[in-house]
Structures are given as C-alpha cells and as structure tokens.
T-cell receptor
Framework: AQTVTQSQPEMSVQEAETVTLSCTYDTSENNYYLFWYKQPPSRQMILVIRQEAYKQQNATENRFSVNFQKAAKSFSLKISDSQLGDTAMYFCAFMNSNTGNQFYFGTGTSLTVIP | EAGVAQSPRYKIIEKRQSVAFWCNPISGHATLYWYQQILGQGPKLLIQ????????DSQLPKDRFSAERLKGVDSTLKIQPAKLEDSAVYLC?????????????FGPGTRLTVT
C-alpha cells in the first residue's frame, strides 16, 4: 500500500506572507498523480492543485504552486500572498492510475492565516 | 453542474443501532468513493465503486459495514451494528475515469455520532 506523510500537524502564517506545507510519499510505482486538497472548517473538501508524476514541470494555480521532487518522493505546496480564506486543513493525496485509481491521503496540516 | 449530494448531514445514534447514508454523485461520474474521516485525521477509503462494481473494499469492516451501488449511480453505506469508534464524518466523492481528469469531487459529508 502507498503511504503519504504530512509531518506538520499545524502551521500558521501572517496574512500576505508565503508558507510551504510539506508532503512525502512512498511508492514503487512510476506513474501516478499527486494532489493537494483543502478542507475549510465545516466545509467540504476541494481540490487545490494536481501534479502528474510524468511531468517535470511543477504545477501552478494562481497563488498555489508545488515543488515536486520525484526522486526524493516529495511534494510540497507553496501558498503565496496568504489570505484569511486560506485557513483550512490541507491534505496531500496520492493516486496510482495503474491500480484502480485508489486515493491515499495524508493526515493533514492545519493552516491558520493570521491577520 | 450539481455537486455530490449526501444525506443526512448529521446523525446521532446509540451503539448497536443501525444507520444508513446516501450519496448521489455528479452525473456521468463512473467512480464513487466512500471515505471515513475521524476527527483530526485524513480520509480513509472504505470502498470504491466503478459503475456498479466494487474496485476496492479492502478497508471496509465487512462484519458491520456494507455498501451498494445497484444501478451504478447513487449509493448507500450502512453500518449495523454501530460502535463508538464509528463516530466520524463519512465522505462520498466521485470522479470521471477518462483522460487526465482524476479529480475527486467531494460531498459535504455526514457527521455520525455514536453514543
């Protein structure tokens, strides 16, 4: 089974500053997908950003970008110009498209943006 | 487009009682997932359907949990009898299976409290 590790249970950042959330994973597969999901308090989970393992270029979505290090099996999320609405739980997830598209989630990082 | 619908949103039952949750995925989504999310943890996959067939139910406690997706559209998850440790949010998600669209769309979840 795949494992996803998020070593930062809680983080905080000042509004307008930049923060990086870390994620590592363990797999023997070569083709897979990685995701960051956001779960605001009492609200449903939404996709923040997605990275295909076969792509060398790091994915970017507006203020959100990733640092994908395939050899190191690392997938960190950088949030630039942090906003109060970024306060949420952030989950890193791994999906292997070769074995039925099962998703594996990390334990999450609780991010608080401080005004 | 309409999102993933789940009901009920909240449920409180006593241990040893039974409970059922319902999920209606986004129209056209072939894959449906049920997750259990215990407070402070990441979602754990319970069962994954591809149309009306089961892809993965390896983490489903089959002595008390059951799920079905008879017509390949909506799905029900049942717990009978419930235990205290079943208290969690039960998330339903759906996804397309073609191209690169592996994004999961999550419902609002059902918060179960077992007393």
């Amino acid at each position: 089974a795949q494992t996803v590790t998020q070593s930062q249970p809680e983080m905080s950042v000042q509004e307008a500053e930049t923060v990086t959330l870390s994620c590592t994973y363990d797999t023997s597969e070569n083709n897979y997908y990685l995701f960051w999901y956001k779960q605001p308090p009492s609200r449903q989970m939404i996709l923040v950003i997605r990275q295909e393992a076969y792509k060398q270029q790091n994915a970017t979505e507006n203020r959100f970008s990733v640092n994908f290090q395939k050899a190191a099996k690392s997938f960190s999320l950088k949030i630039s110009d942090s906003q109060l609405g970024d306060t949420a739980m952030y989950f890193c997830a791994f999906m292997n498209s070769n074995t039925g598209n099962q998703f594996y989630f990390g334990t999450g990082t609780s991010l608080t943006v401080i005004p | 487009e309409a999102g993933v619908a789940q009901s009920p949103r909240y449920k409180i039952i006593e241990k040893r009682q039974s409970v059922a949750f319902w999920c209606n995925p986004i129209s056209g989504h072939a894959t449906l997932y049920w997750y259990q999310q215990i407070l402070g943890q990441g979602p754990k996959l319970l069962i994954q359907f591809q149309n009306n067939g089961v892809v993965d139910d390896s983490q489903l406690p089959k002595d008390r949990f059951s799920a079905e997706r008879l017509k390949g559209v909506d799905s029900t998850l049942k717990i009978q009898p419930a235990k205290l440790e079943d208290s969690a949010v039960y998330l339903c998600a759906s996804s397309l299976d073609w191209g690169s669209s592996y994004e999961q769309y999550f419902g609002p979840g059902t918060r179960l409290t077992v007393t």
